[in-house]
DNA sequence: TGCCTCACG
DNA sequence: GACGTACGTGAGGCAC
């Protein structure tokens, strides 16, 4: 393997080997079969990053020694393993400085609570009997390449413990890695997918692509990528720079020509040495037994019960008389902080059964059940419709429940439901042959004919409405039902305005938000170990599904009644939780009163124009055939465009266009980003596909689907809002979505046109400008920034002003594009890949952004620490307003899984709170229109965004209401401005 | 049903 | 000296 340049690194600079390199005098252990070399150090990081912090009882964090533990003992038990040892790093400087002096040089230093453990690492390999090696002047890779080398040469095999890419290039016949956190064999396969070579040819592609965190330069401009296909083209690295002249690429060839020496010095760093003077006689690392005096007494010391248990079996008590820890043992850190449901309360107050439930067919027992409701002041309800769809679903059935006594006496261990069926119909009729009719005919009751006949004893909807008004809207009883709006919504196409209402929905999002699901199902398993009645098991599903009034009236009542129980006993569970964990303010002023004000805006919808929509449509239609055709050409076969499986089979498989990346499955990426970069390269398939792309995504997510969505009855399209889906405190809109309707490309924009307002209105739109920027100078507290807001700065050039040192006036428009994108990046929990990537530019570029950032701006990086401290320790962060969000990753075993939930704890009190500022404009304003004395109606949310329908005359002191309510929605130590435009249409008024 | 892709803030 | 990458959503089409 190792070819001329094995010698030829500073053979003089190196320290004198202090005995020959070849095999030292046998000692007293047996010939190698499998030999075992652990990387320690690189093992330990792995480890302390893997692993969740744990502490000794003396409070020394011990979670990477615990992770080195586990595998050793995981290695000791492999029969396989006939011999071992770790190796280490002897120091810090090595023959590599000689060459290169700022070799490793921008190495951070290791994490504070990680130093601790290296002595501890060599006590361990110590208590498990294991031989630890290390060389002054070499680093531990250069021994670990000498001893693999002997391991072969003797006639055994060798495996690396390690995930260090720098030790691939060892990887050949008899050698292979073992990655100790995945317990994955590394092969000649992992290599290629990590540098695109052979193993042989991995030192050649790392001199050229260079590598950051060893500080190796390699040639400026190359990665990996491109190193692989040089070297794969041209054989090896001296060949390359000799043939570099015949490069077509004129920046490529210009760049290998004038760093040459760059990548041959970069070479010799990255290449490990199998030369150096053993300081053992490998046939010595035979596998031995531990001493349970020795390990036994250590492994008490660190704690590490479930290996101390595993040992005493195997290796019996420890027979002498041990000391004890010197430390003083302290009380261990709590690391999982988050706080169970209380226990009382995950039972229910009585096992759930049908004979608690009864139906009410006639008047005297509706009578009666009202009466009950209005004595005990609280009563659960919930109402069966025959769609999903609220504004038009028809009433099919009502439940009730109650618990017995007064209101507040959530102790009662009695309860009772009932169901009210209304309209069931004789089976027959499957739902989509129902909603064939529903079209032309209005409601549930004028759909009688047809073989669905309404069945007897049950009340008329008239009577049953008339009864239950006086009850729904008794400002003496509270009605308590699980995502109430849906049902008031009901109701209210019928003139029923319900109230006082709760929501247990809103209530467990409150309390709970990011821990779990808020859908009745989940919360009833969580909280009342209650598995409920599916609704597919009640209607069917597919084809077979019927519409709830088909559903036998028995049936329908064990479902229905127990949603209303359900219901009742979650929210005997969570109001009493509110007040003791602090979150009244929130539900009562933020999330409760939003219901109403969503509900009426879902009613309200917004014209759309469908004329408009259909030629858009068949123009899309037209425009994606002819691509299609040239698609098919260009390819020289036909496929589906739209498989993103065919697609990549054909760009990197069959034309082999290089970039191809691959997905965690392994199927080929073709997203738009690996797209641009083939147009770019001049390939004009990807052109056409991009194209294709966006038409048939605008043709299909909403040119068509708008159309579908159009209300029979309005005219207009309706759509949902969820208050729970977010755990931010977002809303999110569905059915259809019109939080993401196009506007950032010239064709989308034509799609939000065709959003318009009723005649003699106009649309006006009004918008937070920077809120979550506003936002994060309110709660780091950045004085500068605070400054610039309140003076009314361009935040972003003032950003890029005093970043760059540049002034505001005539500032290169990049300058301000990249301050930009970092201070978006910081709302997003900054990476400096995430940077690097929405800048184009390469990663240590943008990691010196984000360092300079910081520095200008030493408060965000103390919020951003302060935000995660709180968040390990306490489980959620909060908004300004004091809306919860959970973390439930934050403490999770891997570490990928808790950057996550870290970036997402950075951003969650920003978007949360924008969230909470829009939600306490939108409660406040339908009452400040009407005491302006205005008509507008407030239509659509788009998270920073209210669009308002507007009788021309009003426009004007409409929008001075909307932008005073929104402005004045939060006080803040940075002021909140809004933005206002008008127009015939959604676009125009942007 | 899961995955990929892409529309929005 | 490793890992996976910006935050939050919903919807449509494909492949299984």
Known sequence: MAKSKASAPAAGTAPAPAQPASKPKTGDGSPIRHLYLVDGSGYLFRAYHALPPMTRPDGTPINAVYGFCRMLAIHLDDPEVDHIAMILDAGRTTFRNQIYDKYKANRPEPPEDLIPQFPLIREAAKAFNVTVCELEGYEADDLIATYARLAVEEGGSCTIVSSDKDLMQLIRPGVDMMDPIKQKKLGPEAVMEKFGVTPDKVVDVQALAGDSTDNVPGVPGIGVKTAAQLINEYGDLETLLQRAGEIKQPKRREALQTNAELARISKQLVHLRDDVPAPADPDTFDKKRPDPNVLLPWLEQQGFKSLIAKYTKELGEATAPVAPAATAPLPPKKTEPMKPAPAAHAKPNRPFTTADYELIRDEAALDEWISEATKAGVVAFDCETDALDSNNAGLVGVSLALLDGPWGNVNSTRRRAAYL??????????????????????????????????????????????????????????????????????????????????????LS??????????????????????????????????????????????????????????????????????????????????????????????????????????????????????????????????????????????????????????????????????????????????????????????????????????????????????????????????????????????????????????????????????????????????????????????????????????????????????AKAINFGIIYGISAFGLAAQLGIGQPEARDYIAKYFQRYPGIRDYMERTKDFARKHGFVQTPFGRKIHLKFINDKSQGMRAFAERAAINAPLQGGAADIIKRAMIRLPQALKDAHLEARMLLQVHDELLFEVADQEIDKTKEVARTVMEGAAKLSVPLVVETGVGLNWAAAH
Not at 764 to 781: C, G, K, N
Request: proline share 5%; charged share 30%; aromatic share 6%.
């Open 421 to 506: 069926p209304i309209s069931h119909r004789a089976p027959g009729g499957t739902k989509k042959a129902e909603a064939q009719g529903a079209l032309d005919l209005g409601g549930a009751d004028e759909r009688a004919d047809g073989d669905g006949k309404l069945l007897p004893d049950q009340l008329a909807l008239e009577t049953a409405i008339a009864k239950l008004k006086p009850l729904l809207e008794d400002p003496g009883v509270l009605k308590v039902g699980q995502n109430i709006k849906y049902d008031m919504c009901v109701f209210e196409r019928h003139g029923v305005r319900i109230g006082p209402v709760d929501d247990t929905m809103l």
């Open 509 to 818: 999002f409150v309390l709970d938000g990011g821990k779990h699901g808020h859908g009745m199902d989940e919360l009833a398993e969580r909280y009342l170990d209650h598995k409920t009645i599916k609704f597919s098991d009640v209607a069917g599903s597919g084809a077979k599904q019927v519409s709830f009034d088909r559903v036998p009236i028995e049936r329908a009542m064990e479902y229905a009644a127990e949603d209303a129980d359900v219901t009742l006993q979650l929210w005997a569970q969570f109001k009493p939780r509110l007040a003791h964990e602090r979150m009244v303010t929130m539900y009562e002023t933020i999330e409760r009163p939003l219901i109403p004000v969503l509900l009426s805006m879902e009613q309200a919808g917004i014209k759309v124009d469908a004329p408009a929509l259909k030629r858009l449509s068949a123009d899309f239609e037209k425009r994606l055939g002819e691509l299609e055709r040239e698609i098919h050409k260009i390819a020289g076969r036909e496929f589906n465009v739209s498989s993103p499986k065919q697609l990549g089979e054909i760009l990197f498989d069959e034309q082999k266009l290089p970039g191809g990346k691959r997905s965690k499955t392994g199927a080929w990426s073709t997203d738009a980003s690996v797209l641009e970069e083939l147009a770019n390269a001049g390939h004009p398939l990807p052109v056409k596909i991009l194209e294709h792309r966006q038409l048939a995504k605008l043709k299909g997510t909403y040119t068509d689907a708008l159309v579908r969505e159009l209300d029979a009855k309005t005219g207009r399209v309706h759509t949902s809002y969820h208050m729970t889906g977010a755990a931010t405190g977002r809303l999110a809109s569905t059915d259809p979505n019109l939080q993401n309707i196009p506007v950032r490309t010239e064709e989308g924009r034509k799609i939000r046109e065709a959003f318009i307002a009723e005649k003699g209105h106009k649309l006006l739109s009004a918008d937070y400008s920077q809120i979550e920027l506003r936002l994060l100078a309110h709660v780091a507290d950045i004085g500068s920034l605070k400054e610039a807001f309140a003076r009314g700065d361009d935040i972003h050039a003032i950003t890029a002003s005093e970043m760059f040192g540049v002034p505001v006036k005539g500032m290169d428009p990049l300058v301000r594009r990249r």
